[in-house]
């Protein structure tokens, strides 16, 4: 079974621009959630999606939204996009919507973007 | 952003050597995980730990729930040169937020 696909896997982007992000969970998965990684540090979440509606958001402005579609794939979108957001994104998902010995948490590679 | 404290911040070993490392925390967790993130990709699952003062091993690692389920520690036992990357602990804030830790850089020299 393939796991947590997330595209592209790199992004240069300029400043002002915006930026659309996309994950597939693995199959079975319902929940999917989004973290933001600056180098040298741990991720720090974004938004957590179950079945379609946003479950959980994290401290980050406006400019970052994210939807769910009915197949459980998401994407995260960046508006006006700064400097600061180069980073890595990380997409995660699971069974359920909150932690159990099953919930099978499980994160893709990421994607890497750059803001020039 | 909030963050768990994890230390020490980086470790230079020999390889065969035994590591230990700990996070800790001001809140208390339900869950704790460890994960281990090679450069480029995104963190895999080391081991959860779901019970305070749990003890829970996966090959030649071992890591603790602390009893007042505000830490918790990994050890890597007889290390090797692929064991080499940044190790994170986190813990579930609430049910669907994943908090992590400032992560712990190994490197492991022959």
């Known amino acids: 079974d393939a796991g947590v696909t997330q595209s592209p896997t790199h992004l240069i982007k300029t400043r002002g621009q915006h930026v659309t992000l996309r994950c597939s969970p693995i199959?079975?998965?319902?929940?999917v959630s989004w973290y933001q990684q600056v180098l040298g540090q741990g991720p720090q979440f974004i938004f957590q999606?179950?079945?379609?509606?946003?479950?959980g958001r994290g401290n980050f402005p406006d400019r970052f939204s994210a939807r769910q579609f009915p197949n459980y794939s998401s994407e995260l979108n960046v508006n006006a996009l700064l400097l600061g957001d180069s980073a890595l994104y990380l997409c995660?998902?699971?069974?359920?919507?909150?932690?159990?010995?099953?919930?099978?948490?499980?994160f893709g590679s990421g994607t890497r973007l750059t803001v020039v | 952003g909030q963050q768990l404290n994890q230390s020490p911040q980086s470790m230079f070993i020999q390889e065969g050597e035994d590591v230990s490392m700990n996070c800790t925390s001001s809140?208390?967790?339900?869950?704790w995980l460890w994960y281990k993130q090679d450069p480029g990709e995104g963190p895999v699952l080391l081991i959860a730990l779901y019970k305070a003062g749990e003890l829970t091993s996966n090959g030649r690692l071992t890591a603790q729930f602390g009893i007042t389920r505000k830490d918790s520690f990994l050890n890597i036992s007889a290390s090797i040169p692929s064991d080499v990357g940044i190790y994170f602990c986190?813990?579930?804030?609430?049910?669907?937020?994943?908090?992590f830790g400032t992560g712990t850089r190994l490197q492991v020299f022959p």
């Open positions: 199959s079975g998965h319902k929940s």
């Open positions: 999606y179950y079945e379609k509606e946003e479950r």
């Open positions: 995660a998902s699971s069974l359920a919507d909150s932690p159990t010995p099953y919930y099978g948490y499980t």
């Open positions: 986190a813990g579930f804030l609430n049910t669907d937020k994943l908090i």
């Open positions: 809140s208390i967790f339900n869950t």
